[in-house]
């Protein structure tokens, strides 16, 4: 979130050793298997890539204390978190993962920096795992600028709090309430100094959603942070530590920003109107989900995609009357041949079956080509 100034890479040192027996050898394949599963970042702003698509960050700006990051194939956790800050000012970090550009670091592909009135949708998932001590938010970040820049700090940052622990609290002052994304926030407003910062947080804890960003964008132009004409330049996800910080993790992330059409973030917007059923059968270790999308709008929906994220644990074996995938965290449930138009005040179903670990959950949120659905 802070930015940072430089990225340093992590080098990899080579095996010198000739191998005498076929044991060695063994205990040697063993050690390189358990290596490549997480790549460990200590680097103050090392950063690696994953998916093909997001960088990840250890981002750590505001102490000298050791801090390290196990990346994973889709996220990655804190595995230590040393030293701590006053909570009356900036964090100590914000590791994250990030879709776009941070001080030049641009993820592989992204078509960011965008200009906001050529955004018609940007449908994200977020999955975090949280600890109960310490004190740090978890943060979604959404950084505008008026011009499409890639380098230093932007205009306006839009922080999405979907949780916090300890005696901490965002830039500025509380203004008031807001609904978005079919969500209750408090929203703060102010500036770190060095940009304006626009705060929703949650009043509870968030472990998962899928939502829109242009939701909150609008939410930046009504109060004059913000115009049509300024440019998205990433969108991240991470945590903000002042003490402590280990064993907190982002799951699951995705990021997409379709460009071509008119979106309007200032203005009602024409976007889908959705409600998603999700019914269950769960038995020990396993269960099927059916899950009914409802278009609420007055226009049919021609080709559908259906983003959610699974609860932690969970992963499905086989689906039908969709193609889904991947299998776990973040999923995107696409039409078949048959049921690829849903009509005004219709309905069309799917289903799945899958497995899971600890307590059954249902996924907290739904985005129908996009835009967030309201649960029936």
Not at 87 to 99: D, L, R
Not at 131 to 152: E, H
Request: glycine letters at 12%; charged letters at 10%; proline letters at 5%.
């Amino acid at each position: 979130m802070r930015p940072s100034t430089h990225h340093a890479h992590r080098a990899r040192g080579l095996l010198g050793a000739l191998l005498t027996s076929l044991v060695s050898l063994a205990a040697l394949l063993t050690t390189a298997s358990v290596a490549q599963a997480d790549t460990t970042i200590c680097e103050q702003f090392g950063s690696t890539t994953i998916q093909g698509r997001y960088v990840v960050q250890n981002n750590r700006w505001g102490t000298s204390d050791t801090q390290c990051i196990a990346v994973t194939d889709s996220g990655f956790r804190i595995t230590q978190a040393d030293g701590s800050v006053p909570t009356n000012g900036a964090p100590k970090s914000y590791p994250s993962v990030y879709n776009g550009c941070h001080y030049t670091n641009c993820s592989p592909g992204t078509n960011l920096p965008a200009q906001l009135r050529t955004i018609s949708t940007a449908p994200t998932s977020i999955s975090y795992s949280y600890v109960s001590d310490g004190a740090y938010d978890a943060a979604y970040d959404i950084w505008l600028d008026p011009t499409p820049r890639t380098d230093g700090v932007n205009r306006t940052e839009i922080m999405v709090w979907f949780n916090k622990v300890g005696s901490v609290q965002p830039v500025g002052s509380e203004v008031g309430t807001a609904t978005v994304g079919g969500r209750q926030w408090q929203v703060w407003s102010g500036n770190n100094g060095s940009n304006d910062v626009l705060s929703f947080v949650a009043p509870s804890s968030i472990t998962n959603w899928t939502f829109d960003v242009l939701d909150f964008a609008r939410q930046a132009v009504s109060r004059g942070l913000a115009q049509n004409s300024w440019y998205l330049t990433s969108v991240q996800a991470g945590f903000e530590p002042w003490r402590n910080g280990t064993g907190l993790a982002v799951t699951s992330f995705s990021s997409t920003v379709n460009t071509g059409s008119s979106g309007d973030p200032g203005g009602p917007g024409g976007s889908t109107a959705c409600k998603v059923s999700y019914a269950t059968n769960v038995w020990q270790g396993g269960f099927t989900a059916e899950v009914t999308i409802t278009n609420t709008g007055s226009s049919p929906v021609s080709g559908w995609k259906l983003a959610f994220a699974l609860p932690s644990g969970q992963q499905i074996t086989q689906a039908w009357n969709a193609n889904v995938s991947p299998s776990s965290g973040t999923v995107t449930a696409g039409n078949v041949a048959h049921n690829g138009e849903i009509a005004a005040g219709g309905q069309v179903s799917f289903g799945f079956q899958g497995t899971y670990g600890g307590t059954f959950a249902k996924p907290s949120g739904y985005s129908l080509n996009g835009t967030a659905c309201t649960t029936a």
